[in-house]
């Protein structure tokens, strides 16, 4: 009598850690990125310039306040970044007296240049007393998030097909069908 053996092996255990520590990468960077960025500012009738940046994120829903002191905002500029397949996103940075704040990506550069010029000219210009910009990235973080469903599934599934013996045919029905034929 044979005993049923798992289909267990070295390979499908390896190949299941990589999923797993892929799947949870890619879980950790959905929870933590930034669902919504948002930049508030007003001038005060002495010109003064208040700001607070919002950051919304997926996990718990908390959004983070930071507040700007009075002044401490003097711009905005846009750095290029590449990656290893050619691919270019853009950053706007916020320029403050205490250093730069990272503020939003965006694929599109005329979109980051648009958003650019109107932080410079709410700053620059005395008549615009008001600054709202926003960045809603809920259909990017869904998409991901499908995606994450996608491989929890697929893992799964491969997690039984790892962890399920398989059955061997019992020894007295091989010797039967070799009988047969």
Known sequence: M???QSSFNKEDCFGTIIFCGFSLLLMLS???ADMIVNLEC???PSTEVYC???RTQLFLLKTRTQILAPGELKGATVKEHEDGEGDTSYQIILNTQKGNIRFIFTSSRKDAENRMNQINDFLDKSDIAQLNVTQNNIFEIVGLLI???FLL???LFNILLVIMPTKKPHQKALLFLEKKT
């Open 2 to 4: 044979q005993n049923n």
């Open 30 to 32: 959905i929870f933590f």
């Open 42 to 44: 007003q001038k005060s």
């Open 52 to 54: 607070q940046l919002n």
């Open 147 to 149: 995606v994450f469903v």
């Open 153 to 155: 599934a697929i893992f």
